[in-house]
């Protein structure tokens, strides 16, 4: 069947009018659905801020000895091994070094030599002074003399300072508990022959009652760490923690690293061993009585600073604070929202003032 020109004009002006009716796209009508959010109340309570740096436990100074020999020799006792505890006064190493006896004997033996020279020297001055009174000699015979023994007695002075230097190191090669505690490593055994040097020590002996912190901090927070400050110190897993105190701030910083060593003691006892390394947190101000929301909340947009409000509209309203104290999950409010209010802290990125919201649980 042929359709005739008139069908066609119905049909192009039926199609004419659907496009004039301004019909939009399907595809360009913005949906109205509530956004889903989730929140939290603005509170007020206590923020405090934190200095979080690594720390690693290391005896107190005093509290660690480690045992050298005075001379190279051999190990004659070593009764204590690793773990061993250790009192005051008890035997750590007995040394056998023939060189340091013989080195005491010769020193005593220059100091007779020297007072015999000294005795010479005053009986010479002794025999001229009453032969001078009666011009027999000369006044200056007997200066010679009187200096000869000021010499003398110079030298025996010497000689008796070097027989105290050698019974010291000879008092060495005995080597006592200075304190209470325990042998933390052994390097020898009895009849090994050991070197006089800090790299062939033979034990270490530490008191693990009285334990510090050396914390490695940067240069930009030291300002703040000063003597007295509280934190705690996080061991592995973060599930113990013993409280510390900031007792020393260094005296100079390491130029290449910016960085400097922190002391800490424990408020008791540590449960830690040495070498232990520790996260530690220095609290270095509080403020109580502040409002505070989880630092997820605070949205920062160039210049801009702000939270996004869930209101009793249920709709998200935007709200330009200004922050104060910050810590790892909370920010101090200072301005611009007050307690009670409820603040979002997921679902807010983007989310346009007065969006239409939906709060979850």
């Not at 190279?72 to 750590?92: Q, S, T």
């Not at 040495?274 to 502040?290: D, F, H, Q, W």
């Amino acid at each position: 069947m042929t359709v005739t020109p008139l069908f066609r004009i119905v049909l192009a002006s039926t199609a004419i009018g659907l496009a004039a009716c301004g019909r939009t796209p399907v595809e360009e009508v913005e949906t109205t659905a509530p956004v889903p959010v989730t929140v939290e109340v603005a509170k007020a309570g206590t923020i405090e801020s934190v200095v979080t740096v690594a720390g690693t436990v290391t005896p107190a100074p005093g509290a660690d000895l480690l045992v050298t020999a005075p001379e190279a020799g051999r190990i004659a006792e070593l009764p204590k091994a690793e773990g061993d505890a250790v009192r005051a006064g008890d035997l750590l190493v007995r040394f056998d070094i023939p060189s340091l006896a013989a080195e005491v004997d010769a020193k005593r033996a220059a100091v007779k030599q020297a007072q015999a020279r000294l005795d010479s020297a005053r009986a010479n001055v002794n025999r001229l002074a009453p032969l001078v009174e009666r011009g027999v000699t000369s006044q200056r015979d007997l200066e010679d003399a009187r200096r000869a023994q000021a010499e003398a007695e110079a030298d025996v002075a010497q000689a008796e300072s070097a027989v105290n230097a050698a019974n010291a190191l000879s008092a060495r090669s005995v080597v006592r508990a200075p304190f209470n505690g325990v042998v933390a490593k052994r390097w020898h055994n009895p009849g090994d022959l050991v070197e006089a040097s800090a790299s062939d020590p033979i034990l270490r002996v530490i008191n693990p009652k009285d334990l510090q912190i050396v914390a490695t901090v940067p240069v930009a927070d030291l300002g703040r760490l000063t003597p007295g400050r509280k934190g705690r110190a996080i061991g592995p897993g973060a599930e113990e923690a013993d409280a510390v105190t900031v007792l020393t701030r260094p005296a100079q910083v390491d130029p290449k690293t910016s960085l400097a060593d922190v002391r800490l003691g424990f408020a008791t006892a540590s449960r830690f061993p040495v070498g232990a390394t520790l996260t530690i947190e220095i609290v270095t101000e509080s403020r109580s009585n502040v409002i505070v929301i989880p630092a997820v909340a605070v949205v920062r947009d160039g210049d801009e600073t702000f939270v996004m409000v869930a209101g009793a509209d249920n709709k998200a309203h935007k709200k330009a604070v200004k922050t104060g104290l910050e810590s790892a999950e909370t920010v101090e409010i200072v301005t611009g929202i007050a307690a009670g209010d409820r603040v979002i802290t997921h679902g807010q990125d983007e989310l346009p003032d007065n969006a239409a919201i939906t709060v979850g649980k």
